[in-house]
């Protein structure tokens, strides 16, 4: 019986991988592969569909400082948390979607909140406050984008389209 000189390795205890485990691990990868890319095609179309809905065009909202809209005695009782970001307005109701950026064929998203008639919008994310004036009865959306809000005053979004 042959002996082995102190400290060598054996060899012989490591497992080979044959033909058989590099195959099937190239079946499994090229698998996941076709299924996460069949799954990104198949919702790129409903991201497309959701930005065309959700691209709201008008003309921009007034929008004041701090000390202003707080010298107005403006207010926005109406606050929610969406995302992190929170959205406070005078009257009238919201309705909030996640919006794929570039069209919707991005892999960014961007927030996009409607309303029928704000009066007033405020909005506070992590990189600052803004302060909207659209007015009274007049609808309003903000789009907010890597958390700076941009607002328009037009929206799509009425009781009736809920």
């Known amino acids: 019986m042959?002996?082995?000189?102190?400290?060598?390795?054996?060899?012989?205890?490591?497992?080979?991988?044959?033909?058989?485990?590099?195959?099937?691990?190239?079946?499994?990868?090229?698998?996941?592969?076709?299924?996460?890319?069949?799954?990104?095609?198949?919702?790129?179309?409903?991201?497309?569909a959701t930005a065309k809905a959700w691209n709201i065009q008008g003309p921009p909202c007034p929008a004041l400082t701090a000390a202003e809209f707080g010298a107005k005695r403006y207010t926005a009782l109406k606050t929610f948390d969406y995302d992190g970001t929170a959205i406070g307005r005078t009257a009238g109701d919201a309705s909030c979607s996640d919006v794929r950026d570039a069209g919707?064929?991005?892999?960014?998203?961007?927030?996009?909140?409607?309303?029928?008639?704000?009066?007033?919008?405020?909005v506070t994310s992590k990189a600052g406050s803004w302060f909207f004036v659209p007015g009274a009865g007049q609808p309003a959306s903000l789009i907010i984008h890597r958390d700076m809000p941009r607002c328009v005053m037009a929206s799509n979004f009425t009781l009736k389209t809920e």
Do not use: N, W
Not at 26 to 48: K, N, P, Y
Not at 104 to 122: E, M, N, R, Y
């Open 2 to 48: 042959p002996t082995k000189p102190a400290g060598a390795r054996d060899f012989a205890a490591i497992r080979r991988y044959g033909l058989a485990h590099v195959i099937g691990a190239a079946v499994v990868l090229t698998a996941g592969i076709g299924l996460v890319t069949f799954q990104f095609m198949r919702d790129r179309e409903s991201h497309i």
């Open 104 to 122: 919707g064929k991005g892999l960014g998203t961007d927030k996009v909140c409607q309303f029928t008639s704000p009066a007033t919008l405020t």
